[in-house]
């Protein structure tokens, strides 16, 4: 009889997934004062608005990310003080994306459908999230790759909604640099050498947030913004990637660029 595999705790899966669906829903009840904020940096006066939605929605991040340490932490594979900083990225991400877009989203059916899908995609990241803690799991192939196709989709959705709410350009660049720079630390720190996943996401996080300043003061619609962040972010990443393995060959290369202008040449005419 082979050995048994390591199972999130349904218990706690469950519980966490009932109370992010509570936290969602409520977002559309609640609502607060707004907390005007006024700073002066360096000469710029910088106002910053704080409402029921923001609050909310940090509150119901920082409750995913404890969540998720409570179930990343019941793998067999950790000790009692193992770290799981990387596991909470794509779950408190996603949090933050997904909320302020049930937040946008109209009443009636939208929201009916939104909210149980949002809630699936969480639990789809988390149960992948406690596979990848072994590579030796015979599962670490296919959970990695829900990870990445679910990051790069979350990723849009952050940067979507970074871009929808209008925020100025000295408060939208700095969480475009943040949420791209760990996203793609996340997965860079997936492959077996990632030594300088940290270095190398930094450079992707900013590259992405300076085409992110650049975009600020264009017209562009923020689903087209937010697309073509999230494909620079995956272009990078991915070249990255290849480069630390020491697979990046001129075809390589050339097959990422060509990807590149198609999705690229897509995103134009169809957004």
């Known amino acids: 009889m082979g050995e048994r595999l390591p199972s999130l705790n349904r218990v706690r899966l469950s519980t966490l997934?009932?109370?992010?669906?509570?936290?969602f829903s409520l977002l559309r009840l609640i609502t607060l004062p707004t907390l005007r904020i006024q700073l002066d940096l360096l000469g710029l006066l910088v106002q910053l608005d704080l409402d029921a939605p923001a609050i909310f929605l940090t509150l119901t991040a920082a409750l995913v990310i404890a969540g998720t340490d409570w179930l990343?932490?019941?793998?067999?594979?950790?000790?009692?003080?193992?770290?799981?900083?990387?596991h909470w990225v794509v779950p408190g991400l996603a949090t933050l994306g997904l909320?302020?877009?049930?937040?946008?989203?109209?009443?009636?059916?939208?929201?009916?459908?939104?909210?149980?899908?949002?809630?699936?995609?969480?639990?789809?990241?988390?149960?992948a999230e406690f596979v990848v803690v072994d590579r030796?799991?015979?599962?670490?192939d296919w959970a990695s790759l829900l990870i990445r196709v679910l990051a790069y989709l979350l990723l849009t959705g952050v940067l979507f909604a970074i871009t929808a709410t209008d925020l100025r350009a000295i408060f939208a660049v700095p969480f475009v640099f943040a949420a791209t720079g760990?996203?793609?630390w996340r997965l860079l720190i997936m492959e077996p050498d990632s030594v300088s996943a940290r270095v190398d996401a930094v450079l992707i996080g900013a590259i992405v947030a300076q085409l992110a300043w650049a975009f600020h003061y264009w017209p562009l619609a923020p689903l087209r913004e937010s697309l073509i962040l999230a494909l620079v972010a995956y272009l990078g990443e991915g070249l990255t990637r290849l480069l630390r393995r020491g697979d990046l060959t001129q075809r390589r290369a050339l097959e990422y660029g060509l990807l590149g202008?198609?999705?690229?040449?897509?995103?134009t005419v169809l957004t």
């Open 261 to 267: 202008a198609f999705c690229l040449g897509a995103l």
């Open 136 to 140: 030796s799991d015979p599962r670490f």
């Open 182 to 184: 760990a996203m793609a």
């Open 99 to 127: 909320g302020v877009i049930l937040s946008r989203i109209p009443s009636g059916i939208p929201l009916l459908v939104g909210l149980p899908l949002t809630d699936l995609l969480l639990v789809l990241v988390l149960a």
């Open 17 to 23: 997934a009932a109370i992010v669906l509570l936290a």
């Open 72 to 86: 990343i932490a019941g793998h067999p594979k950790l000790g009692p003080r193992a770290l799981t900083l990387e």
